[in-house]
């Protein structure tokens, strides 16, 4: 007999999970499964990630403890509004070789036809993975073509020589940049392009 986990999820204060708890309990008894644990995030937005929803985090915990065999939620949007958010979570699953019920999109990856649905939907995890690259490449080429300036702001010579010189009098890095008015790390990447000036 296969034990049962139940996430539970509201966005509002004032929304009742005893709709989705009915239809999973329901679900799991027809389906001969135990119940063993019920996981319940209340007025919790399903845009937060794991670290934002604590019973989500403890559900997925608990999971990779061996605690059940199954995750139910009443549907997909319970688990996340995020594609790519989902599509880690049921990567996460399928690594531990757990099964996932979901009630309004009638997925159960314990039969054959619910294994291939949640094939589908890494695909989909992929393609999205995919258009995001694409978009911000694109974005990259028509800055370049506009003649925008990628990567780091140029420093100018004088700025250059008098790190270098502020340097070589024995202060530290930080006051170095403070006597200048850049950045530490602009002050590091000075002196690693001119070690032969200045002795470090």
């Known amino acids: 007999m296969k034990k049962v986990a139940i996430y539970l999820r509201v966005s509002t204060g004032t929304q009742t999970v005893e709709n989705q708890r009915a239809a ?29 929803r604590p019973e989500f985090d403890a559900l997925l915990k608990d999971a990779a403890r061996g605690k ?9 949007d319970r688990l996340g509004r995020s594609l790519q958010d989902l599509v880690a979570f ?9 099964d996932l019920f979901l009630h ?11 294994k291939a649905m949640f094939g589908m939907l890494s695909i989909f995890g992929e393609f999205e993975a995919a258009m995001i690259r694409d978009r ?19 420093i100018s010579d004088d700025k250059v020589q008098k790190i270098l010189t502020t340097r070589a009098t024995g202060l530290g890095m930080k006051r170095v940049a403070k006597e200048v008015g850049v950045g530490v790390g602009t002050v590091k990447r000075v002196l690693d392009e001119h070690q032969s000036d200045v002795a470090v």
């Open 90 to 98: 049921l990567a996460e699953i399928e690594a531990l070789k757990l």
């Open 24 to 52: 999973l309990l329901t679900a799991a008894e027809q389906r001969g499964w135990t119940v063993v644990g019920e996981y319940v995030d209340l007025g919790v937005s399903g845009t937060k990630g794991r670290r934002g």
């Open 136 to 154: 911000v490449n694109a974005g990259l080429d028509r800055a370049r073509a506009a003649g925008k300036r990628l990567g780091r702001p140029p």
């Open 104 to 114: 309004q999109q009638a997925l159960d990856t314990s039969t054959p036809s619910g």
């Open 68 to 76: 059940f065999d199954v995750i139910a939620a009443w549907s997909v």
